[in-house]
């Protein structure tokens, strides 16, 4: 079933006041924070939500940061599908955090996430239940699915992957990790938005999700 509203959002999560919304770049624009939009946000189950366009699917199942509760990462397995594009390039620069206030954070250094975080492996059991949901939706074949790997585990010889080059039906599916500190969500159910721009790429993706539905 399709987004009820566009995946695409100019300028991530605020809004263009003026003529300059859709000009070209070097033109000045004035930003204001746009509202919480979290009860149009479609989901995939209670605990999953997504956004999809012609051009992808950007999906986020928050079951590990419900039951971990860490006060310091919010873990998130995440789902990039290319739909229509003839390459969709996801970095760790791709994805940024964005909470009430309209700070944004990125992505948690691999190094900080290996010495200080240790529920990963309670994440990847978790995983189960959306993965089954998305592959009655997202078939392999005639999808293909890829790990992320941006935080590959502990005990694997794999590093973490530094770009992924997604052609058309390729999906990438994993978990990523944000530091917490000083980024207040919108709300008392730990509200956020996921930015997620692919690499060379003006567009910015705005997903609304909360990690207490």
């Known amino acids: 079933m399709a ?8 300028a991530t999560s605020v809004l263009l006041v003026g003529l300059c919304g859709l000009a070209p770049s070097g033109c000045a624009r004035r930003e ?18 997504y956004e999809e366009g012609r051009e992808l699917f950007l999906s986020v199942d928050v079951r590990a940061a419900k039951i971990g509760e860490s ?15 003839d390459r969709l390039t996801v ?7 964005e909470g009430r206030d309209g700070r944004r954070v990125p992505l948690a250094d691999y190094d900080d996430f290996e010495k200080n975080y240790r529920r990963d492996r309670v994440d990847r059991r978790l995983a189960d239940e959306f993965q089954e949901t998305l592959r009655s939706r997202f078939p392999e074949p005639p999808f293909r699915w890829i790990p992320l790997e941006l935080y590959p585990e502990r005990l694997s010889v794999a590093s973490p992957r530094r770009r992924l ?40 993706y705005v997903l609304d999700f909360r990690v207490n539905p």
């Open 3 to 10: 987004s009820r509203r566009p995946l695409r959002v100019a």
């Open 165 to 204: 080059d997604l052609r058309r039906g390729e999906l990438a599916i994993g978990y990523i990790y944000f530091r917490l500190e000083g980024v207040a969500p919108f709300d008392d159910q730990g509200h956020y938005k996921l930015l997620f721009k692919p690499a060379g790429v003006d567009d910015t």
């Open 71 to 85: 006060p310091t990462f919010l873990p998130l397995q995440v789902v990039v599908l290319n739909k229509d594009l």
């Open 91 to 97: 970095t760790p620069e791709s994805f940024i955090l």
């Open 32 to 49: 204001v924070l746009r509202a919480p939009d979290i009860e149009s946000t479609p989901r995939l189950s209670k605990l999953s939500y």
